[in-house]
């Protein structure tokens, strides 16, 4: 993640009082959003640094393992009758090929879910939109949660104002989210910090998780 903090905007960013730390606090979870085959491949939706942050989020998720965290996966899905097409598969057609059992809408092999782990289904950007997820981290007294997935101007994004807006403390992990587009992928980092998480890499989430008195191990 490119250093932000010494452009021209940042400087009006710290005059108004935004990107104030967020420090992490209480039970931790981690939601992976959306890092389906579909996304992985850059002849459908992926390219750009998507696939470096799947395989760094292989990390992220064993580390949430090990330390029993709660991890919740979304994908897209739609009905492959049309049903439930939107102004989102209006905007992106081919989000409706996006079915139950279409290839392309598999959580990527090496992130398959584990037992016990949510996947939420959605048709619409956020993972929280229409969804059990945010009942099913309160009870679990989820506090800070970890997102990784894509795309990072897109679904990722959609998920950090939801989680903070339902009262997660979101941590977004800077190289386990990925774009097609990488000037995008830096722009929503930047504004995603200045006002509603915190982001940065993997390694330094789990300085700050540790720094707060939970184990990271």
């Known amino acids: 993640m490119p250093d932000l903090s010494q452009h021209a905007e940042a400087r009006v960013y710290r005059q108004q009082g935004f990107g104030t730390p967020l420090p992490v606090h209480g039970n931790i979870g981690l939601l992976i959003v959306d890092f389906v085959v579909g996304f992985a491949d850059p002849a459908t939706f992926g390219g750009g640094n998507?696939?470096?942050?799947?395989?760094?989020?292989?990390?992220?998720?064993?580390?949430?393992?090990?330390?029993?965290?709660?991890?919740?996966?979304?994908?897209?899905?739609?009905?492959?009758?049309?049903?439930?097409?939107?102004?989102?598969?209006?905007?992106?057609?081919?989000?409706?090929?996006?079915?139950?059992?279409?290839?392309?809408?598999?959580?990527?092999?090496?992130?398959?879910?584990?037992?016990?782990?949510?996947?939420?289904?959605?048709?619409?950007?956020?993972?929280?939109?229409?969804?059990?997820?945010?009942?099913w981290l309160t009870r679990r007294a989820v506090?800070?949660?970890?997102?990784?997935?894509?795309?990072?101007?897109?679904?990722v994004r959609a998920s950090v104002v939801d989680a903070m807006s339902y009262g997660f403390r979101p941590l977004v992990l800077a190289d386990c989210v990925g774009d097609r587009a990488i000037e995008p992928h830096h722009a929503n980092l930047f504004d995603m910090q200045q006002k509603y998480a915190a982001v940065m890499p993997l390694a330094d989430a789990i300085t700050a998780i540790e720094a707060s008195g939970q184990r990271a191990r």
Not at 143 to 155: N, Y
């Open 143 to 155: 506090q800070t949660l970890m997102v990784a997935g894509a795309v990072t101007s897109g679904c």
């Open 50 to 135: 998507i696939a470096p942050a799947i395989a760094r989020t292989v990390d992220a998720l064993a580390l949430a393992r090990r330390n029993g965290w709660p991890v919740a996966h979304s994908r897209i899905v739609y009905a492959g009758d049309g049903s439930d097409d939107n102004v989102f598969s209006l905007k992106v057609p081919g989000m409706a090929t996006l079915t139950e059992d279409h290839p392309n809408s598999a959580i990527v092999p090496e992130l398959t879910p584990a037992s016990g782990e949510l996947v939420v289904r959605k048709t619409v950007p956020s993972a929280f939109f229409g969804t059990q997820l945010a009942p």
